[in-house]
């Protein structure tokens, strides 16, 4: 919110706008936003300085329990009003620190993107990273999942599932069902205007409640697939400033959906044989007000906007373990779904791991576009990864070869062999992390310790606790055997 750069704003506005409650929050290491709540009253100034103590044992993927005092440290700029809360609410970001040392705790997802913020200028490649990330979802009725000893499955649900046009819809008195079929056909939902696109409304009310509380919005839609899957842009900003957008931005579209009595996922690949969900991430670097991405080269970039593509594509492999960073990331990054799965550049092909926009001719406007994310990721550490990437592409001036500007699906098998693809695996992106993560420890921006426990947390949690769990279409592929 503008006009709140020091405490005594963020208390000024406090006192203009009724506060009652203050809300404090931080995410988690996974990528989950946490929060807690004080009296209005007890927020004074030295809290912005010395912090309040919070249990940081629960916290996933934070200090053990014989560790387990944390600090949160509110970040004045990043005050909003929050639009949903019964009681005058105003929301801080914090900062975490450790209590005893007084410093940043190196798992704190924000601190590390501080940190490749501090790092991008001290090695005196840019003064400023502008991302700007596409990030898609899903808008569904409704959402039934479960897994016990003997049972698992997941049911969705959506009035615009083209799975609906013979269901039996808006019975009136007399018991005669009303369903109208205007249902968006698989893979063909971008974008139709409204009554197929029957979410247009709260796509609008969620884009305006984004605006109110200081995100800057520049379009919203309907994307590719069936059942109800939207895509609301975000104007590109630096580094840190995109993350707290991002968690906004979840926050604010989840509630709103909620009010409609709907629900959003931000998973990659919740529908089979549809469109995917992804977050493909725009990237430019800046140095007194210069774009140092545009050029003469290939489509209008300069060599150290060549070197950066040449770091993504060098280090995705590793990179794909914060940006792609779930299990089910990898049901989406398959051929067949406009799915970036070849590490590969072009200007125009959309399979391609990276492409640079030709929309505009403006050498502001020149940018280079990672496609491989998803939202599913904590943006803090994707976006911090995708920056460290390109640096090192650009310190060690990583040619990316040539682009990639033929129809890959019309390519000789023999051609084909020759073109690298992501990870097929959330458990092959992390190996290939474990291997090659020199570029992200520069500057001490991911830690060593870090690294190990994002390793860690993500084989224990979650790949090996899929392993272990029978899936229904085993099922069907082999009871009878």
């Not at 506060?19 to 009296?39: K, T, Y």
């Not at 924000?110 to 005196?124: C, D």
């Not at 991302?131 to 499955?153: T, V």
Request: hydrophobic share 35%.
């Amino acid at each position: 919110m503008s006009g709140t750069n020091t405490p005594a704003e963020v208390l000024k506005l406090m006192k203009d706008e009724g506060i009652e409650v203050v809300d404090l929050r931080f995410m988690d290491f996974p990528g989950l936003w946490q929060h807690f709540s004080i009296p209005a009253s007890e927020l004074e100034e030295e809290v912005f300085e010395k912090g309040l103590g919070f249990d940081g044992s629960s916290i996933r993927g934070w200090q053990a329990i014989n560790e387990s005092d944390m600090i949160v440290k509110p970040v004045p700029e990043t005050a909003f009003v929050d639009p949903f809360m019964a009681a005058r609410t105003l929301v801080l970001i914090c900062n975490i620190c450790d209590p005893v040392t007084g410093k940043d705790y190196t798992r704190d997802p924000r601190n590390i993107a501080r940190k490749a913020e501090a790092y991008l200028q001290s090695a005196g490649v840019a003064d400023i990273a502008y991302l700007g990330p596409e990030a898609e979802f899903f808008i569904f009725d409704d959402i039934r999942f479960d897994q016990s000893y003997n049972c698992g499955y997941y049911f969705i649900d959506s009035s615009e599932g083209r799975w609906n046009t013979g269901r039996k819809e808006n019975i009136d008195a007399s018991g005669l069902s009303h369903n109208i079929g205007y249902k968006p056909r698989y893979k063909e939902g971008y974008f139709p205007v409204p009554p197929t696109d029957s979410l247009q409304d709260i796509r609008s009310e969620m884009m305006l409640y984004l605006i109110n509380t200081g995100v800057p919005i520049e379009c919203q839609h309907h994307e590719v697939a069936t059942g109800g899957q939207a895509e609301i842009d975000i104007r590109f900003s630096p580094l840190v400033a995109m993350g707290d957008m991002l968690l906004k931005y979840k926050y604010i579209i989840k509630n709103v959906a909620a009010k409609y009595g709907k629900t959003v996922t931000f998973m990659p690949k919740p529908l089979f044989n549809d469109n995917g969900t992804g977050m493909h991430t725009h990237l430019s670097l800046w140095k007194g007000g210069k774009n140092l991405f545009a050029g003469d080269g290939y489509a209008g970039l300069s060599d150290m906007g060549k070197y950066a593509i040449g770091g993504l594509l060098k280090h995705a492999p590793a990179l794909l373990a914060f940006t792609n960073p779930t299990t089910n990331s990898y049901k989406r990054l398959v051929p067949g779904f406009e799915a970036p799965v070849n590490l590969a550049y072009s200007s125009r092909n959309r399979s391609a791991a990276v492409r640079i926009p030709m929309y505009s001719t403006s050498p502001k406007s020149k940018r280079i576009e990672f496609r491989c994310p998803d939202p599913s990721c904590n943006p803090y550490l994707a976006m911090s990864a995708l920056v460290m990437a390109a640096i090192d592409g650009i310190q060690n001036k990583i040619d990316p070869g040539e682009p990639l500007d033929k129809d890959i699906y019309d390519l000789p098998p023999e051609e084909l062999a020759k073109v690298p693809t992501t990870p097929g695996s959330l458990d092959e992106a992390l190996r290939a992390l474990e291997s090659d993560h020199a570029f992200l420890t520069k500057g001490d921006v991911f830690t060593q310790d870090v690294i190990d426990t994002w390793v860690n947390y993500k084989m224990e949690n979650e790949v090996k606790a899929l392993a272990l769990r029978p899936h229904p279409w085993e099922f069907a592929l082999y009871y009878d055997i």
